[in-house]
């Protein structure tokens, strides 16, 4: 039997869903305001939720969501009752006086909605903890893919319509800062330096954080030696942040090498058949730069897209900022979903 430690009073705001619907009576612009940042199951109350969706499909088909229209779209529906009657909508309407705090009601709505779906998932992994028929591993996804769902919350409570002026004035706010950086010093980069100026040209200033960057080729043509160049590089600077590469083909000793090989300037292959006379002295030189770099290594076998983002959370949860994450290589990832 599940244990359920929530008390029966969960987190709402009833006055604020009440001044919201009533907005949307009495105004037949309110609805556009709210409707893109709160969504129907964000409101405590059934009643409140079916009259809520009742706006939202009257103005998703261009009609007013006022109080005629929003009461007949329910009396068709044989829902009218459900929420109360006439007198439930002519209440709301007439306790609103404006709806020009439409939007601010729907914020505290949503944040109400936000901390219930909080409650809900403790309860959820207090369930999950108690679960021991399901592998440690899988609990411990599974949990940290309800935790982190709630960060779309947090991107819901900062949606919002703006004019295209608005985005052309961050824009030139930003080019502004760029060129003040570039007077200061003439080599800087909008994004992160790849460490290779020739790629940073024709990627438009180097890679920016949020992109999805794959390296293609022929086997034996570099693929490997290419993303632990890059990534050696971003790591060398702290202000980039954190390198973390997965390496499922290739040992991280070996990897390790490579990085030696690289910043030494002695062939890997010596390094591998330990043809090292007259090289030690590169190489510690190298070995204690390469130590310092803040590149980390996972040499997990065939690892789920869904276990490279829960290695990916707790990594970025460990420490300083996250800059870059390489996966060597794609088609070497297990698919859970499907089983291969």
């Given at each position: 039997?599940a244990?359920?430690?929530?008390?029966?009073?969960?987190?709402?705001?009833?006055?604020?869903?009440e001044?919201i619907?009533?907005?949307?009576?009495?105004?037949?612009?309110?609805?556009?305001?709210?409707?893109?940042?709160?969504?129907p199951?964000?409101?405590?109350?059934?009643?409140?939720?079916?009259?809520?969706?009742?706006?939202?499909?009257?103005?998703?088909?261009?009609?007013?969501?006022?109080?005629?229209?929003?009461?007949?779209?329910?009396?068709?529906?044989?829902?009218?009752?459900?929420?109360?009657?006439?007198?439930?909508?002519?209440?709301?309407?007439?306790?609103?006086?404006?709806?020009?705090?439409?939007?601010?009601?729907?914020?505290?709505?949503?944040?109400?909605?936000?901390?219930?779906e909080?409650?809900?998932?403790?309860?959820?992994?207090v369930?999950?903890?108690?679960?021991?028929?399901?592998?440690?591993?899988?609990?411990?996804?599974?949990?940290q893919?309800?935790?982190?769902a709630?960060?779309?919350?947090?991107?819901?409570?900062?949606?919002?319509?703006?004019?295209?002026?608005?985005?052309?004035?961050?824009?030139?706010?930003?080019?502004?800062?760029?060129?003040?950086?570039?007077?200061?010093?003439?080599?800087y980069?909008?994004?992160?330096?790849?460490?290779?100026?020739?790629?940073?040209?024709?990627?438009?200033g180097?890679?920016?954080?949020?992109e999805?960057i794959?390296?293609?080729?022929?086997?034996?043509?570099?693929?490997?030696?290419?993303?632990?160049?890059?990534?050696?590089?971003?790591?060398?600077?702290?202000?980039?942040?954190?390198?973390?590469?997965?390496?499922?083909?290739?040992?991280?000793?070996?990897?390790?090498?490579?990085?030696i090989?690289?910043?030494?300037?002695?062939?890997?292959?010596?390094?591998?058949?330990?043809?090292?006379?007259?090289?030690?002295?590169?190489?510690?030189?190298?070995?204690?730069?390469?130590?310092?770099?803040?590149?980390?290594?996972d040499?997990?076998?065939?690892?789920?897209?869904?276990?490279?983002r829960?290695?990916?959370?707790?990594?970025v949860?460990?420490?300083?900022?996250?800059g870059?994450?390489?996966?060597?290589?794609?088609?070497?990832?297990?698919?859970?979903?499907?089983?291969?």
């Amino acid at each position: 039997m599940a244990v359920n430690y929530v008390s029966e009073i969960l987190p709402s705001n009833v006055e604020a869903e009440e001044l919201i619907l009533g907005g949307i009576l009495i105004d037949p612009f309110a609805i556009k305001r709210v409707a893109n940042i709160l969504r129907p199951e964000a409101l405590s109350i059934t009643a409140h939720q079916h009259i809520y969706r009742a706006a939202l499909a009257l103005h998703s088909e261009e009609q007013p969501a006022d109080l005629m229209t929003v009461t007949t779209f329910l009396a068709d529906r044989h829902l009218l009752e459900l929420v109360g009657g006439q007198i439930k909508l002519a209440r709301l309407a007439d306790q609103t006086v404006s709806a020009v705090n439409i939007d601010r009601y729907a914020m505290l709505v949503l944040d109400k909605f936000v901390r219930r779906e909080l409650i809900k998932v403790g309860n959820d992994l207090v369930r999950l903890g108690c679960e021991t028929s399901i592998e440690l591993d899988t609990v411990l996804s599974m949990a940290q893919e309800k935790i982190f769902a709630l960060n779309k919350y947090k991107e819901e409570r900062q949606k919002a319509i703006r004019p295209l002026s608005e985005y052309c004035a961050e824009l030139w706010q930003y080019l502004d800062a760029i060129e003040e950086q570039r007077l200061e010093n003439a080599n800087y980069l909008p994004g992160i330096s790849t460490g290779f100026y020739d790629l940073d040209d024709l990627l438009g200033g180097g890679f920016y954080r949020g992109e999805l960057i794959v390296i293609g080729g022929r086997p034996g043509s570099g693929k490997t030696a290419l993303a632990c160049a890059l990534g050696y590089s971003i790591a060398s600077l702290p202000e980039n942040g954190r390198v973390l590469m997965f390496s499922m083909e290739m040992p991280g000793r070996d990897l390790a090498a490579r990085l030696i090989a690289l910043e030494s300037g002695v062939p890997v292959k010596d390094i591998r058949q330990v043809k090292l006379a007259g090289k030690y002295e590169a190489l510690t030189s190298a070995l204690g730069k390469v130590s310092d770099v803040d590149f980390w290594i996972d040499e997990s076998l065939e690892p789920s897209p869904l276990e490279i983002r829960s290695r990916v959370r707790e990594f970025v949860c460990s420490g300083s900022p996250l800059g870059l994450v390489i996966v060597d290589y794609l088609q070497l990832m297990v698919n859970s979903e499907f089983g291969g």
